[in-house]
């Protein structure tokens, strides 16, 4: 998968969440759920399309990680969404998978681009 094909996917990641929020129940805790979920999910996106304008590796690398954790945030609330039962599990179910697999991609590029990080820097000897 190229980087447009990922920007692509995690934008509709987030349009996807958008939508099934709208269909939570409207209290209190459901806000402020909806409120970190949007927030984190959107993160996702946002923050994908500036990895993809990093200026150094050390910006590329830093950058992937803030979407790192964004992707394993919005997976969190999903599965607090579904353990809460505000919504039914089926609806979840495809939001989930789609958050569980961002979190595998972005931590497996993070280490990959860790690994080529270090293999790039000379050992120096003081």
């Given at each position: 998968?190229?980087?447009?094909?990922?920007?692509?996917?995690?934008?509709?990641?987030?349009?996807?969440?958008?939508?099934?929020?709208?269909?939570?129940?409207?209290?209190?805790?459901?806000?402020?759920?909806?409120?970190?979920?949007?927030?984190?999910?959107?993160?996702?996106?946002?923050?994908?399309?500036?990895?993809?304008?990093?200026?150094?590796?050390?910006?590329?690398?830093?950058?992937?990680?803030?979407?790192?954790?964004?992707?394993?945030?919005?997976?969190?609330?999903?599965?607090?969404?579904?353990?809460?039962e505000l919504i039914h599990k089926?609806?979840?179910?495809?939001?989930?998978?789609?958050?569980?697999?961002?979190?595998?991609?972005?931590?497996?590029?993070?280490?990959?681009?860790?690994?080529?990080?270090?293999?790039?820097?000379?050992?120096?000897?003081?």
């Amino acid at each position: 998968m190229d980087k447009v094909q990922l920007q692509n996917r995690t934008k509709i990641f987030a349009i996807r969440v958008f939508k099934m929020v709208e269909k939570l129940p409207k209290s209190r805790g459901a806000e402020i759920i909806t409120y970190q979920l949007l927030k984190a999910s959107s993160s996702v996106a946002a923050n994908y399309r500036a990895v993809c304008r990093a200026k150094s590796k050390a910006d590329f690398i830093n950058k992937l990680k803030i979407v790192e954790e964004e992707s394993d945030e919005s997976l969190f609330w999903l599965e607090f969404i579904s353990d809460l039962e505000l919504i039914h599990k089926k609806l979840l179910k495809d939001l989930i998978k789609e958050a569980n697999e961002l979190v595998s991609i972005f931590t497996a590029a993070l280490k990959t681009s860790k690994t080529n990080n270090k293999l790039r820097i000379p050992n120096r000897k003081s």
